[in-house]
């Protein structure tokens, strides 16, 4: 029976052990489940837009190749024209150098198939004798002046002699057609810029020339933040680290770059699995504090209750003793006898203040630590087995002080020694080794029993541990309150080996 109840005791830590091993693996298991299924659909997400940001580059270079194919086709226009241009001019030449009356017709023809290029004969005073193909009107218009004669000034003008001292200029220009199918190329590249910001699936882009330092356009990037050229630069720097530039070459802008980086949403995302767990994790840790507060609460609410409750009951049957012992000195019974009798009536008495002062805050007070080792040892010697032997590696004489209770301090090195003498079978040595340090008292109890598993050097604290065939298993748990709690200090197993013995530890401060 008595092994039944020392295995129900352990079977009930054993069983709150497995429970927080089963509660922690399913916590991980849910954890890393989330962070899993998360990362997969970053990562799901990110070969999105990374495939879409791959089709945006590659229609972004179709679309450069077809701006230089239209480039090429407008510069071939333009050469073409040109050439027309100057076989006008050499037209004009030849009918003013023409010496005979030769028939000129051929001249003629060629002058009045000229149906696009714009050309305006003049003096050598700039007045207009003639003109084709021009936006203007003669009859209005005398003279070659201004920005008019500035527009005609794209090309070198010719100059012919027609009689001694008579010139004529030729002046002309590009077409119409031409000069609209340069506009066209311009907006054709001005256009394909705001493409590519505008289609750029959200990603931060910066169009940039062969210099990194004049910006054609960007997309999905704070404008007040392109104003500053530090964070351009950084922004650049950044952006060619992460993904290779698309390095384009376009008319009138020469070599361009095009900076991007992955959009701000994929970044978030990519982040989002740490901050869950950071916010997973800060929740189980809140949650095991609030728990953890409420069953330590809920502990000092029944240890209060009854101690009370103990120390009340415990105080009828002492006054009635105390009235026993007066009525035995009357009868003449041994001195001595009765002299033990009361000893045991006033430790009944400060085990009842011990009870009472449970959940209420004690008053420490400068006391003799030695001197109180030694009328505890020899109190417990007188009524212990003659087989336990005690040791105090201290002289009496010695005097080291620390503010403690001495009702609640003497509980616990009680409890500590009677643990010791239930662990040694009533046979043994309990060693007491008091050391002064500059910060505190450092006091060791060490026994020769049967030795504590590591496992369990800190379950021994908990409420209702115990390896006992008797007990409650609540004697270290009071003692660690009564030093952790109350003395502000420190009690735990220094050092334990299974067969040989175990040392308890208690620090006090000073």
């Known amino acids: 029976m008595a092994n039944d109840k020392k295995q129900a005791h352990l079977n009930i830590y054993l069983k709150k052990r497995r429970w927080k091993v089963l509660l922690l693996t399913m916590a991980i298991i849910i954890v890393g489940g989330s962070l899993w299924y998360t990362n997969t659909l970053v990562a799901k997400f990110a070969q999105n837009e990374r495939t879409n940001v791959s089709i945006w580059a590659n229609a972004i270079q179709r679309k450069a190749d077809l701006v230089n194919y239209t480039d090429e086709f407008f510069e071939g226009i333009r050469k073409e024209e040109q050439k027309r241009a100057e076989l006008l001019a050499e037209t004009y030449k030849r009918i003013a150098n023409e010496s005979s009356s030769n028939d000129i017709t051929f001249y003629a023809n060629i002058i009045l198939n000229n149906t696009t290029i714009p050309v305006i004969l003049t003096n050598q005073n700039d007045s207009i004798l003639g003109s084709l193909n021009v936006d203007f009107n003669t009859d209005s218009i005398l003279f070659l002046s201004g920005n008019l004669k500035n527009e005609f000034l794209i090309f070198d003008p010719i100059y012919a002699e027609y009689a001694p001292n008579e010139i004529r200029i030729l002046y002309y220009k590009e077409s119409t057609i031409f000069t609209e199918l340069r506009l066209v190329l311009d907006d054709l590249i001005e256009t394909f810029f705001s493409e590519v910001v505008t289609n750029s699936v959200s990603v931060p882009v910066i169009v940039t020339d062969s210099t990194l330092e004049n910006i054609y356009a960007y997309g999905n990037i704070d404008s007040v933040k392109m104003q500053d050229k ?78 009370k409750e103990t120390a009340h009951q415990l105080g009828t049957p002492i006054s009635s003793m105390m009235a026993w012992i007066e009525l035995l000195k009357l009868k003449g019974v041994d001195d001595e006898l009765v002299s033990e009798i009361e000893k045991d009536i006033e430790r009944l008495q400060n085990i009842t203040e011990r009870f009472s002062k449970i959940g209420s805050p004690p008053k420490l007070e400068d006391e003799n630590i030695v001197q109180l080792l030694y009328d505890g040892v020899d109190y417990l010697n007188k009524r212990t087995s003659k087989k336990i032997s005690y040791k105090i590696n201290q002289s009496a004489d010695l005097a080291i002080i620390a503010p403690i209770n001495k009702n609640l301090f003497g509980w616990v090195i009680e409890n500590l020694c009677k643990n010791a003498i239930d662990a040694m079978n009533g046979s043994g040595q309990i060693i007491i080794n008091i050391q002064e340090e500059k910060q505190g008292v450092v006091i060791d109890i060490s026994d020769t029993g049967k030795g504590i598993a590591l496992s369990n050097f800190k379950t021994v604290f908990d409420p209702g541990f115990t390896s006992k065939q008797r007990g409650w298993g609540l004697g270290l748990s009071l003692s660690k309150r009564i030093i952790k709690n109350y003395h502000k200090g420190k009690i735990f197993v220094q050092s334990s080996i299974v067969g040989q013995g175990t040392t308890f530890r208690i620090v006090l401060n000073k």
Not at 266 to 272: E, F, G, K, S, V
Not at 292 to 304: F, L, Y
């Open 230 to 307: 530090l964070f351009i630069s950084n922004k650049i720097a950044h952006m060619s680290k992460e993904i290779k530039p698309i390095q384009l070459h376009l008319p009138k802008s020469g070599t361009t770059y095009i900076f991007y980086e992955d959009s701000e949403l994929l970044t978030r995302i990519r982040y989002y699995p740490f901050i869950q767990f950071i916010i997973v994790g800060l929740f189980f840790f809140i949650a095991y504090l609030l728990f953890s507060t409420a069953r330590k609460s809920e502990q000092n609410q029944v240890w209060v209750g009854m101690s």
